[in-house]
């Protein structure tokens, strides 16, 4: 009965949220306005985050026989050892730290109308592991072990009309992947509800309007992983008579047309469907949990757990202070990406429609064997120079577009709860004429349509692809 409701108001809804991204500021939030409530988020509340040593990580120890670093209650998370296997990647077996969290958390956003536009409830949120401290976050993030209480701090705000059962508007409801880099078979539930009642915004709380939001997403390191990955999920559809009103931008016409139910795709739903799956059925990934005290190639000190190479990525601990959170003091590990990575769409006007290029990636904690990713998903830094097939295909092509070329390039976190300073540049690049449509064979064009329909469903596009995804309906 719940998917039959949100079929049914698909049409309606993919119009509504389209119209209220095209309006014009808010008549809740000015744009200016949002700024000045967001620098007083920042002053009103204190934030300290203070590397340490694991031996002084209140509440987490190496346990005696895995030496796996837990937390004493058993439940949040776990850093633990990981053997993957696969025929999927360069090199076939290797071994690594991953953060293990079998728990599916909440990542919400509450909406309602106000003058005809909707309106998001987003929360300026402090993560540890933040470039810059704050950033703005869903109405709802949190995992279950928070939310439930399990530290023992206040409750969430917002938490009750999130969970079942409830009297608001389910508009989108799916469970979604994390990074499978650094997590182990990691998913969230992804859900947006609208509500007609008045709802009093707590001061860490504003509305915003979809617009604005999308504006918001050009600005460096502001909207975070987990908003970007819930606004992604949003069915947005353009109307057909759109791709005719773009001042003589190609683009943005091709794209307008790309969101259209009616759209002229390179690949019907059934051929792209089956190459996903020819994909999840020929090809292996076996994930085998390992003492964290038996990696190979990986080296442990007093404050860090990091690759004898100086690549890919370091576990440390920080001891965490925050007025404004649940609890107001914490420490936890955090994963430390060793450099900045490079993700991007690369975009072809074919026939008058935008296609996106995607390919099929596992990582070493995929749900799956395979998902949807950008079409450059990499860390430059971690590639080997010496090797004449190290470079990934078409990252040289995006790393030297052509400025005009350049549609979108912004960087953006990852999800601070986890992760420490972990930054990408994420890219949407429009392709030259002469760019081919014969892709090797792991590569396929989609239109955007076809993203916004399957990613209204789980584990077909990886976050980083969701982000990208997010970022393209800024560019409308």
């Known amino acids: ?12 809804t993919s119009r509504r949220f389209w119209e209220s991204a095209a309006a014009a500021g ?47 209650s058993g439940r949040f998370y776990s850093v ?52 810059n401290t704050l950033q703005l976050s869903p109405t709802i993030q949190a995992t279950y072990s928070n939310y439930t209480r399990v530290h023992g701090g206040n409750s969430i705000p917002y938490l009750e009309r999130f ?93 307008a047309t790309s969101l259209t139910e009616d759209h002229r795709a390179l690949h019907d739903r059934a051929g792209l469907l089956s190459w996903f799956t020819e994909f999840k059925a020929r090809h292996t990934l076996t994930q085998r949990l390992i003492p964290l005290g038996e990696l190979r190639n990986w080296n442990r000190t007093s404050k860090h757990i990091h690759h004898e190479r100086g690549k890919f990525f370091t576990v440390l601990g920080v001891d965490v202070h925050a007025t404004n959170r649940e609890v107001t003091r914490w420490a936890q590990p955090l994963l430390a990406p060793s450099s900045q990575g490079v993700l991007a769409f690369v975009t072809k006007n074919i026939d008058g429609v935008l296609h996106i290029l995607v390919q099929a990636r596992t990582g070493a904690g995929t749900y799956d064997v395979v998902e949807m990713a950008p079409t450059v998903h990499c860390a430059p830094a971690n590639l080997d120079p010496g090797a004449a097939d190290a470079r990934p295909p078409f990252l040289d092509y995006v790393l030297t577009a052509r400025p005009e070329r350049i549609r979108y390039d912004v960087i953006h976190s990852e999800e601070g709860g986890r992760f420490y300073h972990a930054q990408n540049r994420y890219l949407v690049v429009e392709a030259d004429d002469d760019f081919p449509i014969d892709v090797p064979g792991e590569f396929i064009w989609v239109t955007a ?26 560019l409308w």
Not at 42 to 52: K, S
Not at 97 to 104: G, K, L
Not at 227 to 245: H, K, M, Q, W, Y
Request: overall charge negative; aromatic content about 8%.
């Open 449 to 474: 349509q076809q993203i916004v329909d399957l990613n209204q469903h789980g584990n077909y596009f990886n976050v980083e692809a969701r982000s990208l995804l997010a970022a393209l309906h800024t």
């Open 163 to 255: 969970l079942s059962p409830r009297s608001d508007r389910v508009l989108v409801d799916a469970l979604q992947s994390e990074q499978g880099s650094w997590f182990l078979r990691k998913r969230n539930r992804n859900i947006v509800i609208e509500t007609t009642e008045d709802i009093p915004p707590h001061p860490d709380f504003c509305w915003l309007g979809i617009g604005q939001l999308h504006e918001l997403m050009r600005i460096d390191n502001l909207v975070n992983m987990d908003a970007r990955t819930v606004l992604s999920c949003i069915p947005f559809a353009a109307p057909a008579d759109l791709a005719s009103g773009h001042g003589g931008d190609s683009f943005r016409a091709a794209l």
């Open 80 to 131: 633990q050892g990981l053997e993957v296997r696969t025929d999927r990647r360069k090199t076939g077996t290797w071994t690594q730290p991953i953060i293990v969290q079998p728990e599916i958390g909440i990542l919400g956003i509450l909406v309602k109308e106000f003058d005809g536009v909707l309106h998001c409830l987003m929360q300026a949120k402090m993560e540890p592991g933040n470039v």
């Open 1 to 12: 009965m719940h998917s039959g409701t949100l079929r049914n108001a698909s049409g309606e």
């Open 26 to 72: 808010s008549p809740v939030t000015p744009t200016a306005k949002f700024h000045e409530w967001f620098a007083e988020c920042r002053a009103r509340n204190e934030y300290r985050v203070t590397p340490v040593a694991f031996e002084e990580l209140d509440g987490w120890s190496f346990e005696r026989d895995t030496r796996n670093l837990v937390h004493r």
